[in-house]
């Protein structure tokens, strides 16, 4: 038998401070994944992060006595050049646009977050056009490779994505392994022996089903008003005659759609208590980033699991494995609709379930979408559909009418100035937009 093909993996953000998860990755799947060439990419101004970063991964590799090359570079191109799959992990902007993401808004009495909402909008539109770029160079230098997108707003990336170029690409999220965490811990059982349905948009999902051993188990989750969480997202237990009658376990993302008037509050006074979620980031990835300098430090820190993106690399390299083999495994991902979804457009990028093949994912059909669902996900798919649009072309009508059509956004008289106010503090990254505002 001819001995497997070393692979190249390229991480697009490679100085981000989750990338010693994709290398506890690669390295727990190497019998599996043979990787023998990782490139960590960042841009200039990352350099002193993807340095600290790249050492570690390299003190990593050489725990594990595994044929790995970690190359690390500012130059994409290079990196690119006939890779077999590349990840995609960076914020336009940094953590001060997102901090500028989750501040404005409150201003203007409406939900600051970094992936839905005014906030999320502008995250889209930074992100949009960086990623459309990095496409072009793929169809360019790796056109057989995929793309994975773990970049957020992931659901909305992935779309333009796939839309606007020609590369294979999928999009990934944390949250759906994370509910499988959460179960498996609930019923003490390991994750092969649960099924999980998923029905909906990138964190705008429901669950519609959970089966243990073939069992049901839905009736009884649907009695745990906690439900499953992130650190990213307060804990606001779910009305319980609400999650009764909606027959399926929202996501916490749902929170801010179901719950908006106690998530702002929320919002409003920790973001004055110890600042918004991005300042605590920046707090916690300054304590990550001293830890990682350790020169005697050749593992992933437990301390990296308060970060929001818990489980990201379990689920990014389960992909590329099962991409990779052929497996046709079952798992939540982010594709195109292609009818799954009967009331979204076919190219829609959707949340679902799916087998995954050689030739990519093969969405499948739902048991069920609650009927109390298709409301939000059509309003939400309006706004992102809207919002990506502005981001390729630049206009600010689009913008507006994407904000007006979020069903976060409770004024439209409220939401031009704060769009013109968005825009203004994202001027060095929003070009596009005031190019067109002159002509």
Known sequence: MAEAKGLKVVVIGGGSSYTPELIEGFIVHHDRFPVTELWLVDIPEGEHKLRIVGQLAQRMVEKSQLPITVRLTTNRREALARADFVTTQLRVGLLEARIRDETIPLRYGMIGQETTGPGGMMKALRTIPVLLDIAKDMEELCPDAWMLNFTNPAGMVTEAILNHSKIRAVGICNSPIGVYKWLTGLYEVPM????????????????????????????????????????????????????????????????????????????????????TRAEVVKR????????????????????????????????????????????????????????????????????????????????????VVPEAAKGLIHAVKTYERLAIAAAVSGDRGLALQALAHHPLVTSVNKAEPMLDEMLEQNKAFLLRFFAAQTV
């Open 284 to 367: 916690l990835e300054d304590e990550l980033f001293e830890l990682y300098k350790d020169p005697e430090l050749a593992e992933k820190p437990k301390q990296l699991e308060k970060r929001g993106g818990a489980y990201y690399s379990e689920a990014a390299v389960k992909l590329m494995t099962s991409l990779y083999n052929d497996t046709r495994d079952i798992q939540t991902l982010n594709v195109r609709n292609q009818g799954i979804l009967d009331f979204l457009s076919a190219d829609a990028c959707i949340e679902v379930n799916c087998v995954v093949t050689k030739q990519g994912p093969i969405p499948l059909p739902v048991s």
């Open 192 to 275: 092969e022996r649960i099924y999980a349905e998923f029905v909906g948009l990138n964190h705008l999902h429901w669950v519609t089903q959970v089966r243990i051993d073939g069992e049901s188990k839905l009736e009884e989750l649907l009695a745990n008003r906690g439900g499953y969480s992130a650190k990213n997202v307060p804990q606001y237990e779910w009305n319980a005659s609400f999650i009764r009658s909606l027959g399926a376990i929202p996501t916490y993302y749902l929170k801010y759609f179901y719950l908006t008037e106690e998530m702002l509050a929320d919002q409003v006074e920790s973001s004055a208590r110890e600042g």
